[in-house]
Nanobody, 123 residues
């Protein structure tokens, strides 16, 4: 059974930082690209960041470029999202996901999903 379990969310003031983690089990982690998405209340789930299967390539949505960093540790089957200079508009439920597709910035191309972790940024 595949499981992706996010952690590290919480309440933080604007300008602060959080580090999200996503621990994977039940799948060959090192053969999947990983991504982070977020979904604010009443809005669609949106791409945040992607990292390739060996961690040598990343890409980010424009709103988070220069503030967020995605990384992975294949020995620990874990992907991370370091979020700095947080803004109130970053408030959302954050999801990690795994894909073997060459299309890595859209939610439907991701096969496995975590349950999400809430990030709330106060102004």
């Amino acid at each position: 059974q595949v499981q992706l379990v996010e952690s590290g969310g919480g309440l933080v003031q604007a300008g602060g930082s959080l580090r999200l983690s996503c621990a994977a089990s039940g799948l060959p982690f090192s053969v999947y690209d990983m991504g982070w998405f977020r979904q604010a209340p009443g809005k669609e789930r949106k791409f945040v960041a992607h990292i390739n299967l060996i961690g040598s390539a990343t890409n980010y949505a424009d709103p988070v470029k220069g503030r967020f960093t995605i990384s992975r540790d294949n020995d620990k089957n874990t992907v991370y999202l370091q979020m700095n200079s947080l803004k109130p508009e970053d408030t959302a439920v954050y999801y990690c996901a795994a894909t073997s597709s060459i299309v890595r910035t859209t939610a439907p191309t991701y096969r496995y999903w975590g349950q999400g972790t809430q990030v709330t940024v106060s102004s």
